[in-house]
């Protein structure tokens, strides 16, 4: 029986990554390329058969809903299982992309799980799935990790540790009395935003911000976030203005206040978007912050 091939597309090489060692864990004997764009992803469909294709929406050269729609006018790629990962969740962005022909859909952040939930699902729906289950290993037990980005990219050989339980706060900003520190830069309004996490969503506070990444500030929940995990950071420019949905990780949690129970961790999210779009629209975002001094710029 034939391997089961998965186009991956993506400008960001972390995302590409991500996707490939989360399928591969799952399926060993999967085929996967990876195109940095939606030209590459043409040329490559061009000259090769795949049987789904996992596609970013923004990207440079060709975005996915360009490539979504050329695919669905080549005869041989009319059927072809095609799910769009993407932060864009907007109705008017998902009918768009219905009716350009979708199949599916997996907002970014995501986990591992419903990575291979999405892939299962629209190789079922193509006749594929028995050929899936040839290539998938036994199940292994559940090895605890709290990230699945981090069980992805170390082959889940990395051991995460779990913190000790607390009394854990409301995730929403509202500084207690009693922390003037934390209260001082909530309640200042300045630099806010929110990072989607696979977990759920933190309304965070943007101290720092460069071109390369943000320096956040976040109320501590029930469950930690994970060096390495995968997010999204919306951003508004301006009251009621576009949000800019920037992709990336997280670079490094830190407890802002000098105790292992703080109540407020500082996150360093890192970019990994290429899009030149969206690098313009950082870099405006970045000149508004600083001449109204919302955060502190080159994080």
């Given at each position: 029986m034939s391997k089961v091939s998965v186009l991956v597309v993506d400008d960001a090489p972390f995302i590409r990554d991500l996707i490939k060692k989360g399928l591969r864990s799952q399926f060993p004997g999967i085929r996967i390329e990876d195109a940095v764009n939606g030209r590459k992803a043409q040329q490559m469909l061009d000259r090769d058969s795949f049987?789904?294709?996992?596609?970013?929406?923004?990207?440079?050269?060709?975005?996915?809903l360009?490539?979504?729609?050329?695919?669905?006018?080549?005869?041989?790629l009319k059927t072809t299982p095609f799910i769009m990962v993407t932060s864009r969740g907007d109705k008017e962005n998902v009918v768009q992309a219905i009716q350009s022909g979708v199949s599916d859909f997996i907002g970014k952040p995501f986990s591992n799980e419903q990575l291979t939930t999405k892939v299962r699902k629209a190789l079922g729906r193509a006749g594929k799935l028995d050929a899936l289950a040839a290539s998938a290993?036994?199940?292994?037990?559940?090895?605890?990790m709290a990230n699945d980005s981090l069980a992805a990219l170390t082959g889940g050989k990395?051991?995460?540790?779990?913190?000790?339980?607390?009394n854990a706060p409301s995730p929403l900003i509202r500084p207690p009395a009693g922390k003037p520190a934390a209260a001082a830069a909530a309640n200042s309004g300045r630099g806010q935003g929110q990072l989607r996490l696979a977990s759920g969503t933190l309304p965070c506070v943007i101290k720092a911000l460069s071109l390369?990444?943000?320096?956040?500030?976040?109320?501590?929940?029930?469950?930690?976030?994970?060096?390495?995990?995968?997010?999204v950071l919306d951003?508004?420019?301006?009251?009621?203005?576009?949000?800019?949905?920037?992709?990336?990780?997280?670079h490094a949690v830190a407890a802002v206040e000098?105790?292992?129970?703080?109540?407020?961790?500082?996150?360093?999210?890192r970019f990994v978007d290429r899009d030149p779009q969206k690098l313009d629209y950082l870099s405006r975002l970045i000149a508004r912050g600083t001449a109204q001094r919302h955060f502190v710029p080159g994080a």
């Open positions: 049987d789904l294709i996992l596609c970013d929406w923004e990207m440079p050269e060709m975005s996915g360009e490539l979504l729609t050329w695919c669905r006018a080549q005869d041989k290993p036994a199940r292994p037990t559940n090895t605890g990395a051991d995460v540790v779990k913190p000790a339980a607390t390369k990444e943000g320096l956040l500030v976040v109320r501590r929940g029930e469950t930690l976030p994970q060096v390495l995990e995968s997010a951003l508004e420019q301006s009251e009621g203005g576009e949000v800019a949905r920037l992709n990336g990780y997280l000098p105790k292992p129970d703080s109540e407020w961790l500082q996150l360093t999210f």
